[in-house]
């Protein structure tokens, strides 16, 4: 029961995530990063895994957020090169680290969400 109700709320967030990537210059790419795991975390409030479908999402995920880390203006330069200066300030991306930091965030929290529904699976 408790495993549905972290599904549905994490289904509910990341459909709320991608709903405010729609004005956004990359929403052709996050809309969908977010529907996908959207709709596996909604599947598996219903007790329906695929946990093969969450390892090839997953190794996307991390991927891709390891390439925002190493990225110029990235997460590694936000702690290094920017101090880790505030990323909540505002919802508009004024700084150049802030758009890859929170991104970076974002594709560990959706793969922190799908490892979960893996191992539950497993």
Known sequence: MGLSILNGF??????LFAYVNLNDKDSWLWIPIY???AILCGLA???KFYPIVYLIAIAFYL??????FFAT????DWIVKYNKQS???S???TKPYIEKTREFFGLLIISG???INYFVAK
């Open 73 to 76: 203006d990235g997460v590694r």
């Open 113 to 115: 969400a799908l490892a």
């Open 45 to 47: 409030a219903f007790n």
């Open 35 to 37: 529907m996908v795991a």
């Open 10 to 15: 994490f289904c509910i967030a990341f459909v």
């Open 63 to 68: 991927i891709y957020a390891i390439t925002l």
């Open 87 to 89: 990323i909540v300030e």
């Open 91 to 93: 919802m508009q991306a």
